[in-house]
């Protein structure tokens, strides 16, 4: 079973923009990525600050260790880095926008997480009932 933690918006309690659930540990997508992975997010000044820290290591490591495998691990770090960090880059960036940490919940995955969660919040259940949508 994974973790995810449950993220809600509750002025507008907009089913689909409203509610969000970020996966806790590793991400793929931050590590292979970066900085794009940022923009799709929509995680503009992360995007920003990662392409100048990328870039900027990259070319210190290329100038003073030209062809080095410790340069190459120098920037597997950062990027092994930037996988550990993302999820938790997310959850920043939906706290600056607002919505509450409401905690974890675990599941096999995103469905089931919001599944549960809806089950423990009989309260917000109805509500996102009333704006229209349905769980499960």
Do not use: C
């Amino acid at each position: 079973m994974r973790v995810f933690t449950v993220h809600i918006r509750r002025h507008a309690l907009d089913p689909d923009k409203d509610v969000r659930l970020v996966k806790e540990g590793f991400s793929w997508p931050a590590f292979l990525f970066s900085f794009l992975w940022a923009l799709w997010n929509r995680m503009w000044w992360t995007a920003l600050g990662l392409f100048v820290i990328v870039s900027g290591l990259g070319l210190t490591v290329e100038f003073f260790f030209p062809g080095s495998p410790a340069g190459t691990a120098v920037l597997l770090a950062l990027y092994l880095a930037i996988g550990w960090m993302g999820n938790d880059m997310i959850r920043r960036n939906l706290e600056a926008q607002g919505f509450e940490d409401k905690g974890p919940v675990r599941a096999q995955d995103e469905d089931e997480a919001l599944y549960r969660y809806l089950d423990a919040d009989p309260v917000l259940a109805r509500d996102l009932a009333g704006a229209g949508f349905r769980a499960g």
